[in-house]
């Protein structure tokens, strides 16, 4: 028959076991959620440097709209407009 401390040890050595075994499956989901955050990051940045072109874009839009070029020529057209009224 077993006695107190080999019950102890018995005990012991289960919980390790269950232990180990907890960590191992817990390394094996971080690893996995690190490769899917690392193609997340791919992906994203493949999208930014695809739609960078579009930004740009937009700012010289802006840009031309803010400048005086612009108001001139919507004057321009104003003008036109009421006279031909």
């Not at 709209?65 to 003008?79: C, E, H, N, R």
Request: charged share 20%.
């Amino acid at each position: 028959m077993l006695d107190f401390y080999q019950i102890c040890a018995l005990i012991a050595t289960v919980a390790f076991v269950v232990l180990v075994v907890f960590v191992v499956r817990a390394i094996l989901q971080i690893t996995k959620t690190a490769e899917a955050a690392e193609y997340l990051a791919l992906t994203t940045a493949e999208k930014v440097d695809k739609t960078q072109s579009t930004f740009e874009l937009l700012e010289k839009a802006s840009t031309f709209v803010d400048s005086g070029v612009y108001k001139t020529l919507a004057m321009g057209i104003d003008l036109v407009k009421r006279l031909r009224k």
